[in-house]
């Protein structure tokens, strides 16, 4: 049995090199061919000395930021897998409790920033909330899938076996819906930043979102499109170790991702 | 070791089974006489697999009305071993958490011993640490076999467990499991004739919802095809069959 690690190779390095030369080489053609002003769109050379010259700057709101994403993520996915096995386990919290969920979705999570940030205030946790809320339904979503399509032959036998319901869970479905859950984790490692970061433009002293505010306030395009650069590469890394863990653990499932 | 202690019983299903009111089988009677292969034949769709899931207590998605009882007076549930098709191994266990699965998912102490001799027996010692994606389809259902025996039980059921190996395979499997499981009360669903007549010591013959039953020669290894009784048997279910 092939893992999607197998069929499907991760992207090589000099593979994102070649795209991120050839969006630069855009960028720049664009900057010479319509002359823009610096402050509308600078080139990438000037970018890339504001991100030279202020990398402290921008350093420290990384890290900011990546403990925003890294705890909402962490208490996004912790949350989506123990909900997905509190609705499997229970048919009363079924009923209760996804329509309900199902219902939250048509809110867009963007409009609650400004509530969290009254309720949470201007610190970690209203990011840390957000980037939570936008990563909780796709884990939930997705691994709730998972659980409720457990191949039928697995659960016969497992029925033949006189196995108990917890035991059957634990030892059958939640294994066999690793390929689900690992796809819900994908995605949560696009999102999370991108909750954390709405969260630092709804109000924050600190991160990425701040910093590009800051920047876009004072004119400093070119700091704003470097801490832009700095979020772009914080996601792309988390998106790697995420993909990795995750294709370990379809692998070890002998499972397809779905 | 192959041989559970308990007595082994034969088992008596009767009744009607509708889907959607629409009767698949009425007043059928099927009997599986206790420590003999009886085997269930008939082409596809016909409702082999789904009085097999009748017996197993599985979901069939229609509604029985009747008695399944084993001779012994004592429930079925919980007596029955279950084998199908594809050999169900889980692909994230080795082949040994795979033979154990019954014992781990009921949260019994594990017999060692047991689950080493069973996988000698089979002869998959050499794979005893590989996943199920390692293994070829052969030894997927030697494995599955040794996690059938393992379970212990008077009465297994074999839902065409050879039927997507090749002839090869299939023989030595046959043999494999003809005399590992000679002391058990078998039924096994087929809609291989050969393998029937090779197996069972009774065959029930499966028509349009009704059974016909056919008795064979009694034989405690498989049996060839090229008997005359053998034969005359053969003749006799397939103008059933194509009746």
């Known amino acids: 049995m092939k893992s999607k690690s197998d069929s499907l190779p991760l992207i090589r390095v000099w593979e994102i090199l070649f795209a991120g030369l050839f969006m630069i080489l855009i960028w720049q053609a664009v900057v010479w061919i319509t002359q823009v002003e610096s402050f509308i769109l600078p080139g990438p050379m000037a970018v890339a000395s504001a991100f030279v010259n202020q990398f ?25 897998i123990l909900t997905a096995l509190h609705l499997t ?30 309720w949470l205030g201007y610190g970690l946790a209203s990011k840390v909330a957000m980037a939570v809320l936008i990563v909780y339904f796709p884990v939930t979503s997705t691994f709730l899938d998972g659980l409720a399509n457990t191949p039928k032959g697995y659960l016969d036998l497992a029925h033949t076996m006189r196995s108990p319901n917890r035991s059957t869970l634990m030892q059958v479905r939640v294994p066999a819906a690793v390929p689900s859950l690992s796809s819900g984790i994908r995605l949560a490692a696009v999102y999370a930043p991108i909750g954390a970061v709405i969260g630092e433009w709804v109000g924050a002293s600190n991160g990425l979102g701040y910093l590009m505010l800051l920047a876009n306030g004072r004119v400093k ?38 | ?121 089979v002869g998959l010692e050499e794979y005893i640490s590989n996943k199920p994606g390692e293994l070829s389809g ?11 025996l393992m379970e212990d039980t008077s009465l297994v059921l074999l839902d065409e467990p050879f039927s997507a190996l090749d002839p090869a395979t299939r023989r030595q499997m046959q043999a494999l499991a003809s005399s590992t499981l000679q002391d058990r009360t078998v039924l096994l669903v ?17 028509t349009q919802g009704r059974l016909k039953q056919f008795n064979l020669p009694a034989s405690r290894s498989i049996r060839e095809l090229d008997d005359p009784a053998t034969m005359d048997i053969q003749s006799r279910i397939f103008s059933v069959l194509n009746s």
């Not at chain 1, 969920?101 to 409009?111: G, K, N």
């Open chain 1, 56 to 80: 402290a700057l921008i350093w420290h709101h990384t890290l900011i930021t990546a403990i925003e994403v890294l705890v909402g993520m962490v208490l996004g996915v912790a949350a989506g």
């Open chain 1, 89 to 118: 386990i229970s048919e009363r919290g079924r009923k209760l409790i996804m329509p309900a969920l199902v219902m939250s979705q048509t809110i867009p999570v963007f409009a609650l920033a400004p509530l969290l940030t009254l």
């Open chain 1, 221 to 258: 395009i070119d700091l704003m499109f470097a801490a832009l650069v700095a979020l772009c590469l914080l996601t792309v890394a988390l998106r790697a170790v995420v993909g990795l863990i995750c294709d370990r653990a379809v692998e070890w499932s002998g499972l397809n991702e779905r």
């Open chain 2, 1 to 121: 070791m192959d041989a559970p202690d308990q007595m082994i019983p034969g088992l008596r299903l009767s009744g009607d089974f509708s889907y959607n009111e629409r009767p698949l089988f009425s007043d059928l009677a099927l009997e599986l006489p206790a420590r003999s292969w009886t085997c269930l034949l008939g082409s596809s769709g016909i409702g082999k697999s789904t009085l097999l899931r009748l017996i197993a207590g599985l979901e069939t998605g229609g509604s029985f009305s009747g008695s399944i009882s084993a001779s012994d007076s004592l429930p079925v549930d919980g007596r029955v071993a279950y084998m199908a098709q594809s050999d169900l191994l889980l692909p994230w266990l080795t082949v040994r958490q795979n033979v154990s699965l019954g014992a781990s998912l009921r949260r019994e102490p594990q017999d060692h011993a047991k689950i080493d001799y069973l996988i000698r027996r």
């Open chain 2, 138 to 148: 052969g030894m997927r259902q030697r494995c599955a076999l040794a996690r059938t």
């Open chain 2, 190 to 206: 087929t809609h291989d004739l050969a393998e029937a007549l090779r197996l069972g010591s009774r065959i029930y013959a499966m």
